[in-house]
């Protein structure tokens, strides 16, 4: 009776060793080089014209991949400005025409099969088509074409449906649409047309990355595609420079203005400047006409002022904010406030019982002595000085007995 246990349990082994490695067999079989979409559906052409439908080839691998050959199963359909070899590399995806061309009416099938080292060596994209003598239902125009687009914008273009049987109407079963940068609007399937009557859709192209892109909209019921493309244009970015990197407006008088030129360059795209603001209330813009724009690759030009309430070196930041992708843009700022000054120098007594001189001065009238204490240099330096002010200078020596001589000749300065 205990015989069959072993078998039993051999068989639960078996069953959970095989749940195990499906995953990784699994994962295995993901394709290194795609196709998007995967299968082309061409619907009604009429003999003799042709339609052209977008694929994305893409090597998903980690490894460069190398397409030998292409070929397709049917002479109905063809690649086309395709050379091989063609090489991707990792990550790399290409845009390839697929054309079909009936030469006779009935549906065609086919398959277009891209030869490669990628770990599936053999990508097949199926394909198939419907040659007509003439399109019950037609769409004008047969293609859309978008041009170029800027990346994160979008364009919106009409496509008119045209029930060509006067008398008879046709029913549009649904609506399948290929290309993710695509949508449709204008209608709602199923809907019938009746003979004759037009119908209006919109074909919008929303590009989410540079470069060439492609589509369609595949009509169920008469079996119509139309194809789209488009181009995403990458958009530079606006960026804003300030020269020069710092304003140094070097010594400037407390409580008068100096002022330095700053010049705005835009580059990428224009730039428009919405504010400017001080982080000192010394430093202000002083022609600022706001808002700004500088059209890319130009430049423009604001005045700042440097107004000192102290003596000694400040400095601050002018903050610009714009639509450039650095904003908001800092500007440095350094200038230094100083007092006015005179600074005095004589010649020396030939008296040896000199001991120092007084310095004296005056506007008008008298004089009155502006040092504090005897001074035994012959140089001195007058820091209560007046901007846009005259002064009159003179000297006196004095001996070790404290006698003062009379003044000296007198020289004029007249402060800036």
Do not use: C
Not at 115 to 142: F, K
Not at 294 to 314: E, Q, R, Y
Not at 385 to 392: A, C, K, Q
């Amino acid at each position: 009776m205990r015989l069959p246990q072993p078998s039993i349990q051999a068989l639960s082994a078996l069953v959970i060793f095989l749940v195990m490695i499906l995953p990784f067999a699994v994962q295995a079989a993901a394709q290194q080089l795609t196709g998007s979409p995967a299968s082309l559906q061409f619907g009604t052409v009429v003999v003799g014209q042709t339609e052209t439908l977008l694929v994305a080839l893409t090597n998903h691998g980690q490894s460069s991949v190398k397409i030998s050959s292409v070929s397709a199963s049917n002479q109905g359909f063809k690649i086309l400005n395709f050379t091989t070899p063609q090489v991707l590399a990792a990550g790399q995806s290409i845009e390839v025409k697929v054309e079909f061309a009936p030469l006779l009416s009935g549906n065609l099938n086919g398959g277009i099969t891209f030869v490669s080292n990628a770990s599936n060596a053999n990508l097949t994209l199926n394909v198939a088509g419907d040659g007509v003598a003439s399109e019950t239902v037609s769409a004008n125009p047969a293609s859309v074409s978008f041009g170029s687009v800027n990346v994160g914008s979008s364009s919106t273009l009409p496509v008119v449906l045209a029930n060509n049987n006067k008398s008879k109407s046709v029913t549009l079963t649904g609506e399948q649409i290929t290309g993710s940068a695509f949508s449709v609007s204008g209608a709602t399937f199923p809907l019938t047309m009746a003979g004759g009557q037009k119908l209006t859709l919109k074909v919008t192209f929303n590009p989410r990355a540079a470069g060439l892109a492609g589509g369609s909209s595949f009509i169920s019921g008469p079996g119509l595609t139309i194809p789209f493309t488009g181009t995403g244009k990458a958009v530079s970015q606006a960026e804003l420079t300030v020269s020069p990197a710092t304003l140094n407006f070097g010594n400037v008088a407390v409580g008068e203005n100096g002022t330095v030129t700053a010049e705005l360059i835009a580059s990428g795209a224009s730039v428009t400047i919405s504010s400017v603001s001080s982080g000192s209330s010394q430093f202000a813009v002083a022609n600022g006409k706001l808002p700004l724009t500088i059209a890319a690759g130009k430049n423009g030009f604001l005045n700042v002022t440097f107004t000192p309430k102290t003596s000694g070196k400040s400095s601050g930041t002018l903050t610009f904010v714009s639509n450039a992708a650095d904003s908001p843009t800092p500007e440095s700022m350094t200038g230094t406030g100083t007092t006015p000054f005179v600074t005095l120098s004589w010649n020396a007594s030939n008296s040896p019982e000199v001991t120092g001189y007084n310095v004296y001065r005056k506007t008008t009238g008298s004089y009155s002595k502006i040092n504090s204490k005897l001074d035994a240099q012959t140089t001195y330096s007058d820091t209560s000085v007046t901007s846009g002010t005259t002064y009159y200078y003179a000297t006196t020596a004095v001996n070790s007995s404290g006698k003062e001589s009379g003044l000296s000749s007198s020289v004029e300065v007249t402060v800036p």
